[in-house]
């Protein structure tokens, strides 16, 4: 079945600092998205995109469909930026969302 | 304001009694879906629906049976819960199955005891 791996597994950074999350899947995909998740909370929507690149405020959705990958760049990180990040791709014609593990960020002061 | 209802959002019951989740959108959307979040494993879809009476096997069914008989409908039920059911459950709606975002509800932690 379709496979969704996230790099890295968890990242530390001091507030201010860039990140850079990975995200790649084993089939074409149709899309793409980016999730945030607080612990014990919900997944909230960062952005949407099958491919190319998309921005809303400090985030910076790039999908490459044909290499598939994809990556998630948070500029100026803050400390409420900490949580886990989950990359999920759709499969052509099923509609269906496989998700990746997810990468914990924590941004300290 | 578009928002994906899950009711309820705190949930105990006993190994072998029936569990129904509810969970409702207001958005119109046609797609529907129903998620497992364990530790380690991440999120695996149960089932995803396409529209009314039109359900689909996720990667995970064993258990789990659904019924949409509104669009903006879905609920998941659990006949004789088993304990390792334990586990949050989330339900999501998007417009469509192409190139539309999924929107998630709050969860339903379900513990079986």
């Known amino acids: 079945g379709q496979q969704v791996q996230q790099s890295p597994a968890s990242l530390v950074l001091q507030e201010g600092e860039n990140a850079e999350l990975q995200c790649n899947f084993s089939s074409t995909a149709t899309r793409l998205q980016w999730f945030y998740q607080r612990p014990g909370g919900s997944l909230v929507s960062l952005l949407s995109?099958?491919?190319g690149t998309k921005h809303t405020g400090r985030l910076t959705s790039t999908t490459v469909t044909k290499e598939r990958r994809g990556s998630l760049h948070i500029s100026s990180s803050q400390i409420t930026d900490s949580g886990t990040y989950l990359c999920?791709?759709?499969?052509?014609?099923?509609?269906?969302?496989?998700f990746g593990h997810g990468t914990i960020l924590r941004v300290h002061p | 304001d578009m928002k994906v209802t899950q009711m309820p959002r705190y949930l105990i019951k006993r190994m072998g009694e029936n569990v129904l989740l509810e969970c409702g959108q207001d958005m119109s959307h046609e797609t529907m879906y129903w998620y497992r979040q364990d530790p380690g494993l991440g999120l695996q879809l149960i089932y995803i629906?396409?529209?009314?009476?039109?359900?689909s096997e996720g990667d995970i069914p064993k258990g789990y049976r659904v019924s949409r008989k509104k669009r903006e409908h879905f609920s998941l039920i659990l006949d004789s819960a088993k304990t390792n059911q334990t586990s949050v459950y989330f339900c999501a709606s998007s417009l469509s199955t192409a190139l539309w975002e999924v929107f998630f509800g709050k969860g339903t932690r379900l513990t079986v005891v």
């Open positions: 629906s396409y529209d009314v009476d039109s359900n």
């Open positions: 999920a791709m759709g499969g052509a014609n099923t509609g269906k969302l496989t």
């Open positions: 995109n099958p491919s």
